[in-house]
């Protein structure tokens, strides 16, 4: 008789065996890659041999032709794990230390292909050794699915045969792995177990779907004449650069130097380009030719923020063929820009749950959550990254609490999965000079004249305009409007929303009291607008910055005042840009907004400390560190310049902020988890938690491997975030919930798909304390905002502004 992996409504049936070498076959070229063939052999062909008996069978019938079970729990991921850990480890008389480790990696990603589990529990009051206890679990048949497997799928010596060559890759992967640091070394092996378990899970899921729907899931694997093609339509593109200004000129030189480091072997790469340096079409430049050259399988664009990754995926799909499958991973973009029709937005969204695709733009959310993350949907994707060019673009906007394991996933994907890893950003920061940065190669520096072209690309200046008590609400007004009369365009970034509603009251207060101040038009951009508002505002704003620049006919003038969202990835220029007191980077990005493409011969960016009634962020470690580290460079600079090239933005300012700003940190420390009273990259290196709760009620550790992978997964957040998504009634968002809230309405999926660009964020604390400006809608849990308190001018508003609590959120 043969066993069932999975039957379906219309009384088709799939074997265990079909299904195992079908998971074989569609994850051993992901395999070969990153030289784990044989382990992921066994891992693929044992991963189900819990489902070899009558039992199982049984109960996978019943429940695909859609009938209800009633014959108990049938547990079937323990039992290759455990076949495994009992043939050579409890059986192996000869057993060392890499009989053990190989013996538990493939136990351990067997066991976890339904989800990740803890070896050892960082809160455990029991002494338990996790993985013993799921070997040890006998809640199923093991005699019938260990005899099943032996005689009709593979004998026992072929098992020992593979795992000998397993343990071969175990052996090499060791050796390649000998970092001074125990806990760096633990930290590359657990990466190791969660890539050839995400392989393993994306290749089960595929092949169950494909069994599933009678198709064929693969990814869409490409070749150097795929990358040849794009290349040669690249080339066809840049030869329009215009050459036309000395910013144009460099912008070119910047792009060749980017094509001609392309050869290089790879590895991890740094381009350090100045804001208004053309990275980003530089560095796909880069990425096409370095694919072709070595023949990766995709290139994959990561970007901290929304704003950027939307501009820049558009830009990315000027520059290549029409016919070139770009997967835009972020936010609700696919339904936004690219479903056509209902199957092509089917079709992109399932690439995205595997990036199947040769290109992909995605968020540095969803590309750390692939690497950290506990769901088994981000497991999944983490094989998508695999012989990759990885484009990190603002790569200084890793959050603080992932500096640590970002590093160590970085160094692992360049040396362990033939990955080019590329850290692109106007101000590098030195992340090899950490305690546990990565191994930089020799020669990573793809623009080896950053300082040059920084010299050469100035056009902004910093005029330090702080004072002792900062600045209140209606002096930074008074200083912003007296810019009025030597600007048309202004731009003022602050830290908060509160600052910047704030500040924006007084400002739009004096214009109106001015001669003449109708012709002032005044924006307000904040995520206290939904992204659909935004987006309006900021195609508002450009139309205006235009009109002005080429004929202020009628004398118009613009104050734009915003949080840090402009900062970066909006392609915007102001006569002059008012900051106030942040850390380097911000500033740095700040000034990218003023004189942007060399507009008159000096733009001025004036650096203000507001006080604590205006931007309180106390709260906000990262952001009061990064500015009290700048406002003692500012008073050094007094003192002597020359220590900083005289220059607050020259590469050796950015360069001594950094150093000084990380020593402000325990980054080691970093993404602690108060509740279990470690951190987690403890938890997926040495566990020294779940050791000590072990030892103290008496138990053994038993294994090498101790990580706790479910917990690790389950407390990783990339940006922490107390805060619920809101639905709110702008535009098409007022349709959209007005459709939601109808009894017609059916199905819920189309309304799903579109309503990202109309909702928010908004802290619990403030729903909690408020309940009478929040609704939800009863089937889908979704919270909405009572219209009322949604305004054109400020978005999110609690009566015009006035409520403090709506003030501080």
């Not at 940190?665 to 050791?691: H, P, Q, R, W």
Request: contains cysteine; proline residues 2%; hydrophobic residues 35%.
């Amino acid at each position: 008789m043969d066993y069932i992996a999975h039957a379906t409504l219309d009384n088709r049936t799939q074997t265990v065996i079909k299904h195992s070498v079908g998971v074989f076959n569609k994850g051993k070229s992901d395999a070969e890659l990153i030289s784990a063939l044989n382990l992921y052999k066994l891992c693929s062909c044992l991963h189900d041999m819990g489902k070899n008996t009558l039992k199982s069978s049984e109960y996978q019938k019943t429940v695909g032709l859609g009938n209800k079970w009633s014959g108990g729990k049938v547990v079937h991921s323990n039992c290759g794990g455990r076949f495994i850990y009992e043939t050579f480890i409890e059986n192996n008389d000869n057993l060392d230390e890499f009989d053990a480790l190989t013996a538990e990696f493939i136990a351990t990603v067997i066991m976890s292909h339904h989800g990740l589990f803890d070896i050892l529990k960082p809160d455990d009051d029991k002494g338990l050794n996790y993985f013993i206890e799921k070997i040890h679990n006998d809640s199923y048949d093991y005699a019938e699915c260990k005899k099943k497997t032996l005689t009709e799928f593979l004998d026992l010596d072929t098992i020992k045969q593979i795992f000998s060559m397993a343990k071969d890759e175990i052996k090499a992967f060791e050796s390649e792995n000998e970092y001074q640091d125990s806990r760096m070394n633990k930290f590359s092996r657990s990466m190791f177990v969660r890539m050839v378990l995400s392989i393993l899970i994306n290749s089960d899921h595929a092949d169950a779907a494909d069994f599933a729907y009678k198709t064929d899931t693969h990814d869409e694997y490409v070749d150097s004449e795929f990358w040849k093609k794009c290349s040669d339509y690249l080339e066809e593109k840049i030869t329009h650069f215009k050459n036309d200004t000395l910013l144009n000129k460099i912008r070119s030189e910047i792009s060749n130097k980017a094509y001609e480091f392309s050869s290089q072997p790879a590895g991890i790469v740094r381009m350090t380009v100045p804001t208004g340096g053309g990275k980003t079409i530089s560095s796909l430049r880069y990425a096409v030719h370095h694919a072709e050259k070595f023949n990766k399988r995709r290139i994959i664009y990561v970007a901290p923020f929304n704003s950027i990754l939307e501009q820049n995926y558009l830009s990315i799909k000027d520059y290549l063929p029409e016919d070139v499958t770009i997967l835009p991973h972020f936010g609700d973009w696919i339904d936004k820009k690219d479903s056509e029709s209902e199957s092509s937005e089917n079709t992109l969204k399932y690439i995205s749950e595997y990036w199947g695709a040769p290109i992909i733009a995605t968020s540095m959310v969803q590309f750390l959550n692939s690497l950290f993350d506990g769901k088994i949907t981000s497991l999944r994707r983490m094989r998508g990254l695999i012989d990759s060019v990885i484009i990190i673009d603002e790569v200084q906007s890793i959050p603080i609490d992932c500096l640590v394991m970002f590093n160590r996933a970085v160094d692992f994907l360049a040396k362990h999965c033939k990955c080019t890893v590329v850290l692109c950003t106007a101000t590098q920061p030195p992340f090899e000079k950490l305690k546990e940065g990565f191994v930089l190669p020799e020669n990573c520096e793809m623009i080896d004249e950053f300082a040059h072209y920084s010299q050469l690309m100035k056009r902004t200046q910093i005029i330090d305009k702080i004072k002792p008590r900062g600045y209140d609400s209606e002096k930074a007004a008074d200083f912003i409007t007296d810019l009025l009369e030597n600007n048309d365009s202004i731009l003022c970034v602050v830290n908060t929303k509160n600052a910047a509603r704030s500040i924006y009251k007084e400002v739009d207060l004096k214009i109106k009291s001015f001669d003449g101040g109708s012709k002032i038009k005044l924006f307000y951009l904040s995520t206290a607008k939904c992204p659909a508002h935004r987006e309006n505002e900021i195609d508002e704003l450009k139309s205006c910055l235009e009109r002005i620049r080429n004929a202020n006919i009628d004398n118009e003038k613009i104050i734009c005042i915003s949080t840090q969202l402009i900062e970066a990835g909006v392609d915007i220029s102001f006569d002059t840009v008012v900051r106030s007191l942040s850390g380097l980077g911000n500033i740095v990005q700040a000034a990218g907004r003023c004189n942007r493409n060399g507009e008159k011969e000096m733009g001025d960016v004036y650096i203000i400390n507001l006080d604590a009634t205006v931007e309180n962020i106390s709260k906000l470690k990262s952001i009061s560190e990064g500015k009290n580290t700048t406002e003692t460079m500012l008073h050094m600079m007094k003192r002597t310049p020359k220590l900083y090239d005289n220059d607050l933005l020259s590469p050796k300012s950015i360069r001594l902020f950094y150093e000084n700003y990380y020593q402000k940190f325990d980054i080691g420390k970093y993404f602690n988890v108060s509740k279990y009273l470690t951190t987690i990259y403890d938890m997926l290196s040495e566990n020294a938690k779940g050791k000590s709760m072990v030892e103290l009620y008496g138990g053994c550790h038993k294994t090498i491997l101790l990580q706790a992978f479910k917990t690790a997964g389950e407390c990783f957040e990339a940006i922490s975030d107390n805060s619920i998504s809101v639905l709110v009634q702008y535009g098409k968002g007022k349709e959209l919930l007005s459709d939601l809230l109808s009894d017609k309405i059916k199905d819920y999926k189309s309304i799903f798909s579109k309503i990202g660009r109309y909702m928010i964020g908004v802290p619990r604390s403030v729903i909690n304390h408020n309940p009478d400006c929040f609704g939800k809608e009863s089937k889908t849990g979704i919270v909405y905002l009572v219209d009322t308190h949604y305004s054109e001018k400020f978005g999110f508003d609690k009566d015009n502004g006035t409520n403090n609590i709506f003030m501080n959120y």
